[in-house]
């Protein structure tokens, strides 16, 4: 038997019927428009031949009288029931097949057998099919849970068909219980740990200090304290039933966006949402005070590590005022998210799960003692971004369209907001209580008209600053022609590209002619324009 880490164990103790601590993918595939048969039975049967389960897909928990947890190996394994099918009324709608997962996305996973589900879903309009994968979080995180849907689809439309249970990529190191360690071998682990804890009270204790110290309004650290988040509809605890939706936002100009304000993906990401949200909170006119708090998984995953389950720390970050611009809003945003940044480089490992532990242990406790009323929110919302391939993937020559991540619902909090990216565009998906954000869809509509605002104010900030860099320069006409055309460009990109390395391109290159201008000073404004844009 294999014993639980404590963070994997956490998910599993802190679950309740209201809150299931289980992680999903919904993907959508395009079935090759030749195929002759029936693609999701036939696709289900092949699947079926792969009955050789590895380690772990065949690890089921084990609870001993200390209250200890282990992974104990099933030898008769279901697979029809972990391997399912489903079928939507012909022609299956898009709202249909979010109604079916968000059913599922609502049910507790049994225990007594391997903590996974993949679902086959047919009968979706244009010729397409979806796959719903269901897996507990005691079981995996966001990084590994891409590595396991990777590990079945291939990079070539002919590539031969996998089934990640029968792989052993994933498979753990063995552990024999009747074999036991000689003492000197266990005093060295267990030295091992004590010496990694021991390493990790001092930045333990330093940042407990820094946010008590804060939460008394005398010290201001780079990460907010817990429970001081304000309350909204999606910062109470969630009942059972689940709402799910989608959007997509374009890759590349979510990145351009990130590259001319000098902030990273994951800052414009979190700003979009930030808007979305209190756009939301207008509609039923709620008035805040203070800055939403957003929860922000960090990997602490080694790149090469497949067989850890959770290898994560829950961060948080207060974002910006509700009547801030978009441009201020992302440049507050990207200053929190920096600190933030700093504060976990102080950190070790052990330290930084300890204050997860630490924190998502307090608003459990306040949740199942329904403190909602009487205690701030640990925190407002958990956004994520989990990076995907940017090549087509495809799975017995179905090409995979989409893929959205839905995850689990943090203590304490109604909504969660994870990031997929694959191929050219950003997948979002969101997970919510039925009950507190029934209009779910709303969040995912502005989602999309906030990154559309974002970018046309970053547009029109760049033009703004290289019109006033063409002042700055001289009345030559060579020159204003060139940088005048270059305002065209980013007008005519404002929904497509832009890129600063065209900006130093096109002003290098123009050839001074009239009073004497040198190409010297040409790179001298191309310089200033772009510390202005950074």
């Not at 104990?72 to 079928?87: I, K, M, P, S, T």
């Not at 046309?456 to 900030?461: A, F, K, R």
Request: aromatic residues 6%; contains cysteine.
């Amino acid at each position: 038997m294999k014993a639980l880490t404590l963070p994997d164990m956490g998910f599993l103790y802190c679950e309740t019927v209201s809150r299931p601590n289980h992680v999903a993918a919904m993907q959508v595939f395009d079935i090759p428009s030749d195929y002759q048969g029936d693609y999701s039975e036939d696709l289900y049967h092949q699947l079926m031949q792969f009955t050789q389960i590895e380690s772990p897909f065949n690890y089921k928990l084990h609870t001993a009288f200390s209250g200890m947890m282990y992974w104990q190996e099933d030898e008769n394994v279901d697979l029809e029931y972990h391997v399912r099918r489903a079928r939507l009324p012909v022609p299956g709608t898009r709202e249909q097949l979010i109604e079916y997962i968000e059913h599922a996305h609502s049910n507790l996973m049994d225990r007594s057998r391997p903590l996974w589900e993949m679902h086959l879903i047919s009968g979706l309009a244009n010729n397409q099919f979806a796959i719903y994968l269901k897996m507990h979080h005691a079981f995996t995180d966001g990084a590994k849970a891409n590595k396991i849907i990777l590990s079945y689809l291939s990079p070539q439309a002919d590539g031969q068909l996998q089934a990640f249970w029968s792989q052993t990529e994933f498979k753990c190191k063995k552990e024999d219980s009747n074999v036991k360690l000689s003492l000197v071998n266990k005093l060295k682990q267990n030295s091992a740990i004590l010496t990694k804890q021991v390493r990790a009270i001092p930045s333990i204790l330093g940042l407990g200090s820094k946010l008590i110290l804060q939460g008394v309004n005398v010290y201001k650290a780079n990460i907010p304290t817990p429970f001081t988040a304000p309350k909204t509809p999606f910062s109470v605890s969630p009942k059972r039933a689940r709402r799910a939706a989608t959007s997509i936002l374009p890759l590349s100009r979510v990145k351009n966006i990130g590259k001319i304000a000098g902030t990273t993906v994951n800052d414009v990401v979190v700003c979009i949402c930030d808007i979305a949200l209190h756009r939301y909170l207008s509609d039923l006119n709620y008035e805040l005070k203070q800055p939403l708090t957003a929860q922000i998984p960090v990997s602490l995953r080694d790149p090469n590590d497949t067989t850890s389950n959770n290898r994560i720390a829950i961060t948080m970050v207060e974002l910006a005022h509700s009547e801030a611009a978009p441009l201020t809003r992302l440049m507050a945003i990207k200053d929190a998210c920096d600190k933030l940044k700093q504060e976990a480089r102080l950190l070790s490992d052990e330290a930084l799960t300890s204050y997860t532990l630490a924190s998502q242990g307090l608003a459990v406790v306040s949740e199942l003692l329904k403190l909602d009323d009487v205690l701030p929110p640990v925190g407002n919302v958990l956004i994520s971004n989990v990076p995907g391939p940017r090549k087509p993937v495809y799975m017995m020559g179905a090409k995979m369209l989409e893929c959205y991540p839905l995850s689990a619902l943090p203590p304490g909090m109604s909504l969660n907001i994870t990031l997929y990216s694959y191929m050219n565009n950003l997948n979002v998906g969101l997970i919510a209580c039925r009950t507190n954000l029934p209009n779910l869809t709303k969040i995912s509509n502005y989602i999309e008209d906030a990154f559309t605002e974002l970018e046309q104010v970053v547009m029109s900030s760049a033009i703004d600053i290289v019109s006033e860099q063409i002042k700055r320069l001289s009345h030559d006409e060579t020159l204003s022609h060139n940088m005048n055309e270059l305002i065209s460009a980013i007008n005519d990109n404002a929904c497509s590209t832009i890129k600063l390395d065209s900006v130093k391109e096109e002003t290098v290159e123009v050839k001074a002619k009239k009073k004497k201008i040198t190409k010297n000073q040409v790179k001298k404004a191309v310089k200033q324009t772009e510390e202005s844009l950074g």
